[in-house]
C-alpha cells in the first residue's frame, strides 16, 4: 500500500514526518497575531519568570493549574518576539506527542498503519492548527497520548510492568497540573484495563496505589499552597469557569434541544478541522473497532468519544480546542478506516486480469490524495493567509474578527510606543485579566521605558475611570489587593486607556467624557475595532 523502501525502516519514517512536523509547525509560525489566551498565559510566564519562589502559583489567581506557565517561562523571553519562543513551547509538545502517538500506532497496530496515522497528523488542520498557538492544548495533549500509550503498554504486559505504573501516576498528575480536563481522558486508562482484564495481574492493585501516590504528590502542592487565595470572581479551582458547566438541575432536566445544539456546535468544529473526509474514514474506523473486539481498539472508541459525549451532556459553552486531547484517537481510527479501504481496492484490482500488478495500490494512493485535498487546503490557509480560513462562524470570532484576535495589537502596541517618543505615559488597566488587545499589547510594551501602569479598582462596575476621588491606589500587580500608595489623577499626565472585551464603547464614551479616540484599528470582517483612548489636556 505505501511503498516499502519507505516505512521498512522506522527510523526513516520518524525522520521523515518529524522533518514535515517541524516545517509545517514553524513556517511563519506568528503569522497568526496573538490570541488574547495567548496574551494571558504568556503574562502568567513573565510574573512567574520575575519571581519563580514567591509566583510559582501565580496562575491560582484564575484558577489555571501552573504546568504549562512552567515551561513557558524559559522560551518567552528567547527571541525579540515574545510570541515566537511562547508558540515554540506548544510546537516542542506537539513534537513530543507525535512521537507518542506514532508509537502507540507501530507497536499496537502496524508500520504501514503508522505510517498513515503519521501522514495524517501532520496534515490535520486541527492538529496544524492548535500546536501553532501558545495555549495549553498541544501540552495537554502530548501528555494525554503518553499516559494512554504507558497504559496500553501495562495492560499488555505479560508480567509486573514496575516502573509503569509510576510513569502512568506522574503522566496523568502533569497532565491535571497542565489542565483540568485532563479529567476527561482518564477514563481511557481505565477502560484499557477492564477491557484487557488488567485486574487479574498480579501487582495491579499495588500498581494503581504506585499511581495515585504519584499524581497526589505532583498534584496536591498546587491545591494546598495559600488556601486562602482569591481568585478572580467567577472561578473554581477544579472547574476553572464553571459557567461553562450547565447546572446540575438543568443537565438531569435531559435538555434535549441543549444537547442537540451542543452536537451541532461539534460538528461544525470536526467539520472544519477534520474535515468531511476524514470523519468518513474515522467513522470506518469506529465500524472496524468494535467488530475486532481488541482491547486497544476499545479503548480508542472510549479515548475518541468519552470527551464529546461528556461535552455535549454538561457543556454550556466550549471551544474547538476543549476537543483537541480526543482528536489523535480520530486519526488512529482514521488510518484503519484508510487501511481498510486501501487493502479493499487492491482486493478489486487483483481480481481484474488486465490491470497493471500496482493498478490498485496507484489507485489507493490517488483515493488518499483527494481524501487529503479538504486537509491540505486548510492547512494552506493556516499557513499563508489565516485572516481569510474558512471556519465556522464561532472561530472566526475569537481567532480572526473578534476582540479576542491579534489582529491590531502589534499596531496598538506600535502606536503608545510612538506616544511615549514625546515623553511618559500613563496606560490605566482594568484590575483583572481581560485578555485582548489590553494584554497582548501589554506583551509589546515590555520592554519599553516610557510608560507606567496603573489599575482602575471597580471597573467596570463603576464605569467611569476616575473614580470620584481623583485617586488611584498604586500596587505591586495589578492583581494584588494591597497598596503601596496612591496617585491622584492631576497625576497621571498623558493617560490612555485600551478598550477592553466586553464593555460598549458607547457606553465607555458616555461615562467617561473626558476621554476621547486617540487610536483605532479595524479588524479583519470589519464589525470590531482596536481602539485607544486618550485623557483629554487639562
Known sequence: ??????????????????????????????????????????????????????????????????????????????????????????????????????????????????????????????????????????????????????????????????????????????????????????????????????????????????????????????????????????????????????????????????????????????????????????????????????????????????PIVVIIIVGNVFFSRYLYIAAPPLLLLMASGWMELAGFIRRIAAKRQNLHPKAGQAAAWVLLAILLVDSVDMDRYILTDPARLPINDWNRLIFIEGLPSGYGVKEGARFLSEEMKRGEITILAPASWTGNPLEGILIYLEKETGWRLIPVVGWPEDPRLVPGDKTFPLRHSRFKEEAQGSVHASELGRAYFIHPLHFPREAFEAANPDFEKAWQYEKPGGAEKVVIYKRKAR
Open 1 to 306: 500500500m505505501f511503498p516499502h523502501s519507505v516505512i521498512r525502516s522506522a527510523s526513516a519514517t520518524v525522520a521523515l514526518f518529524t522533518f514535515g512536523y517541524l516545517v509545517t509547525r514553524l513556517y511563519q509560525l506568528t503569522i497568526l497575531p496573538i490570541y488574547g489566551d495567548e496574551a494571558v498565559y504568556m503574562n502568567f510566564a513573565r510574573i512567574l519568570a520575575e519571581d519563580p519562589i514567591h509566583n510559582l502559583f501565580v496562575s491560582k489567581i484564575d484558577a489555571k493549574p501552573p504546568f504549562f506557565f512552567w515551561c513557558l517561562a524559559p522560551f518567552r523571553d528567547m527571541f525579540d518576539d515574545p510570541l515566537v519562543g511562547s508558540r515554540l513551547v506548544s510546537v516542542i509538545a506537539g513534537g513530543l506527542g507525535f512521537w507518542g502517538f506514532y508509537r502507540i500506532a507501530h507497536r499496537h497496530y502496524s508500520r504501514e498503519h503508522a505510517f498513515a496515522a503519521s501522514l495524517f497528523f501532520i496534515l490535520c488542520p486541527f492538529m496544524l492548527f492548535y500546536q501553532r498557538l501558545a495555549l495549553i492544548e498541544s501540552l495537554l495533549g502530548a501528555l494525554s497520548v503518553w499516559m494512554v500509550f504507558v497504559a496500553m503498554n501495562i495492560a499488555e504486559a505479560k508480567r509486573d510492568p514496575g516502573s509503569g505504573y509510576w510513569a502512568l501516576g506522574a503522566l496523568s498528575g502533569l497532565a491535571f497540573l497542565t489542565k483540568t480536563t485532563a479529567l476527561l481522558v482518564f477514563p481511557v486508562p481505565v477502560a484499557m484495563f477492564f477491557f484487557a482484564a488488567t485486574f487479574r495481574q498480579a501487582g495491579f492493585w499495588k500498581g494503581v496505589l504506585k499511581a495515585a501516590t504519584v499524581f497526589l504528590l505532583i498534584v496536591l502542592p498546587y491545591y494546598l499552597n495559600d488556601p486562602d487565595q482569591k481568585t478572580l470572581p467567577g472561578r473554581s479551582l477544579i472547574y476553572h469557569y464553571p459557567g461553562s458547566f450547565m447546572s446540575w438541575e438543568t443537565a438531569s432536566g435531559f435538555p434535549w434541544d441543549r444537547w442537540w445544539n451542543n452536537f451541532l456546535v461539534m460538528v461544525q468544529f470536526y467539520w472544519d478541522l477534520i474535515t468531511l473526509p476524514g470523519l468518513v474514514l474515522a467513522f470506518l474506523g469506529m465500524l472496524l473497532a468494535l467488530k475486532s473486539g481488541r482491547a486497544v481498539d476499545r479503548a480508542l472508541l472510549v479515548w475518541a468519544l468519552a
